[in-house]
């Protein structure tokens, strides 16, 4: 008799060589969970090798997911379940497991040479790292699926490849998965080759199988139900792809066509994939000459009528920011994506950090304010991708939406927007009656200069970098009128209307007040719901508005004792908001590794704060 | 609808008395008439510099941007709305240094722009440091002792660059600048003009072989696609090929006639002949004005958005709503 066990929430990494599907296979495990209504959140960890040998310990990629009955907010510190290819990724990845979990392995992978490029010193690979053999399902999964698919006149080679989906079975049987949500899924990838579709399925089938036979020797089955439901249709999203589909949506909305200007870089360049492949929306993009071209061509497609936007990660910023100054002093329209990355200069090129929120706020020269905002979620980047759109439009300036590679690559699942249901995005476009007084400079109620898009008769206007007098547009270089231009921009961005932060928690009587921004939201809310679990009272307030920050701040930061800013970087949103709000001196939490917080680490810094 | 020269014309130009920009912006109001697009769907853009002021003194729309970069923002422009005729200005500072590189992609992407190269072979605006195409050994503000570096030949950069037009014209030739204005209007595909001018306060007579009618007559060529390369004060010499360069005759003189002469094809999609004549200089050869290299090829705003259109009609999704529809979707209940 199969003993099931009801798990609140359950933590699987995949990992195995680059080329051993893991990405794959993890991104169908959470599609099957998400499909019977499972909160998921994902995180691919690619490695930073162009191209590592096979086998060895640089070229072992992963795949986390965590799948939970109520709401997960991160992919989990550590697993419960660590699904280990070959000899390198039990070598690597056996840290991000958690004392007890459940360790499969594919034993065919852990032959001499293996062991070897794996820098182990001895044949007893699990006594060599200490784990304990019942934790482990040793599993010769090459030879099975080789024996599965033997029939099927599949060549050896190109079997190899259904390797990862052995494992995908196998970890559905833990789970007690429906499998044909995976055939399903398979079926449509593979539509085009029904062959690989056929042969994928036997080998998940025969991975399954194989859980279900040896079930004597390997962990009980686990089901994780579903508590919390929100009814409605999902998909599973990157941030990347969230972003790219805020855009989309936000032009749609606006009734303009959307341009991308953009130059490869890592992490940010799957939004330049994204928006490439609509074009049957009209969505046109230009794979630029260098990131400077990227920032400038869009500043030229604005110019022209276009919402027009410009992706990269920091080290391209650094390029940006002229152009990004050119469009502040301009009064044009243009989001400007950050996908931070670890810096300085080349730094972890695929690593997540939150070290560019000052070079958004200020990495330029002259006094050039700028809306800031950081999304806080995969999910989470739709909606600010789609809000950074409606203010650079309704306010005619550059906004800076930041995002980060953890938020960027990782994923959620994204219950289907109702675009009717979205603000509506409303340009200060000149009206027809100002024809024949009206001057580039003129602003509305909201101190917004009117947008006449070339075309137009009657309109015809020049902009540019030098300063120009307020009522005429003429050049000048009148000292009163520069102060009054350099107030006028300033005042523009002060009031920009935006929601209020929100504190969640014990927003009433909490010890701690925690303060985060952008992408760091999951793991501080999870920090913050197990101190709370553990009867401590704790509040977040989570920022995604920078700039202008939101009217409420002042009051929410001097309300609480004890308010630690926490942040991927040395201080930087702590030494903002200082500048902000009078006498606010907040604790710090700061970490620089390049990866996501660990919640642990949170909740014992957390937690000896209050203890102070 | 019919324009004039004013229709074009706005403010009053703050460029020093004698510069070259004066004369290349009249002619360019001139160019712009005779073309007839209406001055609301022209836009002009220019980088910063001396002649980067021009856009200011155009009744059009138009952006005086940033150093270097107008060939990129024009890009954008011109890709954003294809319906916009875009003329983009630089000087030699401006399009061959900082912006050299956006120069030869707007090039080799064949981006439907006129791009004007006003070259004066210095930095006016910086008050008078060598530039790009400044000859060897100049001597400037910060090249007290002469450069120790080449210049760029604009021509051979456009080349190249596999650029499809290329043109020259003297600032103070009006007729030659017009023509070749509306010659880089005619053409689909990025026209880079370049207007040889004087700066009468750092660099005085840089072009002064050709910088008045009669030196033009003497030390100039104009190039006319289909005719014979003839030129001289009485039209006395010709050009003709030797090996694999040029060389300068006289007709009549051993027995050479009109018809020994190269004619000028300005749209051979070869450009080794084109490039020939680009490069020749004094006081060996006539220096050659006129369109040089004019040929057809698919324009990248045009490419774009015929890639658009076919896609729209592969694709079956064309709204966001659609889009969504397109991804594996679930449904909790």
Not at chain 1, 9 to 33: E, H, Y
Not at chain 2, 154 to 161: H, I, K, R
Not at chain 2, 247 to 254: A, R
């Amino acid at each position: 008799m199969v003993e099931i066990k009801e798990l609140e929430d359950v933590v699987v990494r995949f990992s195995g060589d680059s080329g051993d599907g893991m990405q794959l296979a993890g991104n169908i495990f959470s599609t099957i969970s998400a499909t019977v209504g499972n909160s998921i959140s994902t995180f691919p960890d690619y490695p930073a090798d162009i191209r590592a040998p096979q086998g060895s310990l640089t070229g072992v990629s992963g795949f986390q997911v965590h799948i939970g009955a109520g709401k997960v907010y991160t992919p989990g510190d550590q697993c419960d379940v660590l699904i280990a290819m070959n000899a390198a990724a039990l070598k690597t990845q056996y840290k991000f497991a958690k004392a007890n979990a459940t360790i499969i392995i594919d034993t065919d992978a852990f032959g001499k040479s293996d062991l070897e490029k794996a820098a182990f010193k001895t044949n007893n690979y699990l006594e060599e790292m200490n784990i304990d053999p019942d934790r482990v399902i040793a599993c010769p999964i090459t030879q099975m699926v080789k024996d599965a698919l033997s029939d099927t006149g599949i060549d050896p080679k190109a079997m190899l490849k259904s390797r990862n989906m052995f494992a995908l079975g196998l970890v559905c049987y833990l789970f007690d998965r429906d499998l044909n949500i995976a055939f399903n899924f398979l079926k449509e990838k593979f539509a085009k080759k029904p062959a690989i579709a056929e042969a994928n399925i036997k080998v998940i089938q025969a991975g399954f199988d194989y859980g279900h036979n040896t079930h004597s020797n390997a962990t009980n089955v686990r089901r994780i139900e579903t508590k919390e439901k929100t009814p409605g249709r999902y998909m599973d999203i990157t941030g990347n792809k969230a972003t790219a589909y805020g855009f989309i949506a936000a032009a749609e909305k606006a009734g303009l066509k959307l341009f991308l200007g953009s130059y490869p870089i890592t992490p940010a360049t799957d939004v330049l994939h994204e928006l490439s492949k609509h074009k049957s929306l009209g969505v046109t993009t230009v794979q630029c000459e260098d990131e400077i071209a990227g920032c400038a061509s869009s500043l030229g497609a604005s110019f022209a009528g276009a919402l027009a936007v410009t992706s990269t990660s920091g080290p391209g910023i650094c390029l940006k920011s002229e152009a990004m100054n050119l469009a502040v002093i301009m009064e044009l329209p243009l989001v400007i994506l950050n996908v931070q990355r670890g810096g300085p200069a080349t730094g972890l090129p695929t690593k997540s950090e939150q070290t560019d929120l000052l070079q958004a706020l200020y990495g330029r020269n002259g006094e050039t304010p700028m809306p800031v905002l950081a999304a806080t979620s995969p999910t989470d980047c739709f909606d600010a991708a789609y809000e950074a759109s409606k203010i650079a439009l309704e306010y005619m300036t550059p906004v800076v939406l930041l995002t980060d590679a953890y938020i960027a690559n990782g994923s959620g699942a994204f219950k289907l927007p109702n675009l009717t249901e979205y603000p509506a995005i409303n340009p200060p476009y000149v009206p027809q009656e100002k024809l024949g007084t009206w001057t580039p400079y003129e602003r509305n109620e909201n101190g917004v200069r009117y947008w006449a898009i070339p075309g137009r008769e009657g309109f015809t206007h020049i902009l540019g970098g030098l300063e120009k007098d307020n009522k005429t547009g003429a050049i000048s270089t009148d000292p009163e009128n520069h102060d009054l231009m350099t107030r006028l921009r300033q005042a523009k961005i002060d009031n920009i209307k935006v929601p209020d932060v929100e504190v969640l928690g014990d927003k009433e009587d909490a010890d701690l007040l925690i303060v985060g921004f952008g992408g760091t939201f999951g793991h501080l809310h999870a920090a913050m719901d197990e101190m709370r679990a553990k009867g401590n009272k704790v509040a977040l307030a989570h920022f995604k508005f920078i700039n202008p920050l939101p009217k409420n701040t002042a009051e929410v930061l001097m309300k609480y004792k004890k308010v630690v800013v926490a942040e991927q970087n040395m201080g930087q949103f702590a030494g903002f908001l200082r500048t902000k709000v009078d006498g606010f001196v907040p604790r710090q939490f700061n970490q620089v590794k390049g990866q996501p917080f660990v919640v642990n680490e949170l909740v014992q810094a957390f937690t000896k704060i209050i203890n102070e | 609808m019919e324009y004039t020269a004013k229709d074009f014309k706005k403010g009053q130009p703050r460029w020093c008395p004698g510069c070259g920009d004066h004369f290349f912006l009249s002619s360019l109001h001139k160019a712009m008439a005779e073309i007839g697009v209406a001055p609301h769907e022209t836009a002009v853009i220019s980088g910063i510099g001396c002649s980067s002021r021009l856009p200011h003194y155009m009744a059009t729309y138009g952006m005086n941007t940033i150093h270097g970069r107008a060939a990129a923002i024009a890009t954008g422009c011109k890709v954003a709305n294809s319906k916009l005729t875009v003329w983009q200005v630089s000087g030699d500072g401006d399009g061959l240094a900082i912006g050299g590189n956006h120069f030869i992609h707007a090039n080799r992407r064949n981006i439907d722009l006129n791009m004007i190269l006003l070259n004066n072979r210095i930095y006016g605006l910086t008050k008078g440091q060598y530039s790009p195409t400044s000859p060897r050994g100049f001597v400037s503000k910060s090249s007290p002792y002469g450069t120790v570096e080449d210049p760029f030949r604009p021509a051979e950069l456009c080349f190249g660059a596999r650029g499809h037009f290329f043109a020259r014209a003297v600032a103070t030739d009006a007729t030659g600048t017009v023509e070749i204005l509306k010659a880089a209007y005619e053409h689909k595909g990025a026209s880079v003009c370049e207007i040889l001018q004087n700066c009468v306060i750092f660099n005085d007579g840089t072009h002064e072989t050709v910088y008045s009618k009669e030196g033009r007559a003497k030390n100039a060529i104009y190039l006319k696609h289909g005719k014979p390369m003839i030129f001289g004060e009485n039209n006395e010499f010709g050009l003709m090929q030797e090996g694999f360069g040029l060389k300068v005759v006289k007709l009549g003189e051993n027995g050479i006639t009109e018809k020994d002469l190269l004619i000028h094809d300005a749209h051979c999609e070869d450009n080794t002949l084109q490039l020939k004549l680009a490069m020749m200089e004094g006081p060996d050869f006539p220096i050659a004005l006129g369109v040089i290299r004019d040929v057809e090829a698919p324009t990248y705003n045009d490419a774009v958005e015929t890639q658009i259109e076919e896609v729209k009609k592969a694709k079956k999704y064309h709204s966001f709503a659609e889009l969504l529809e397109t991804n594996d979707i679930w449904e909790v209940k």
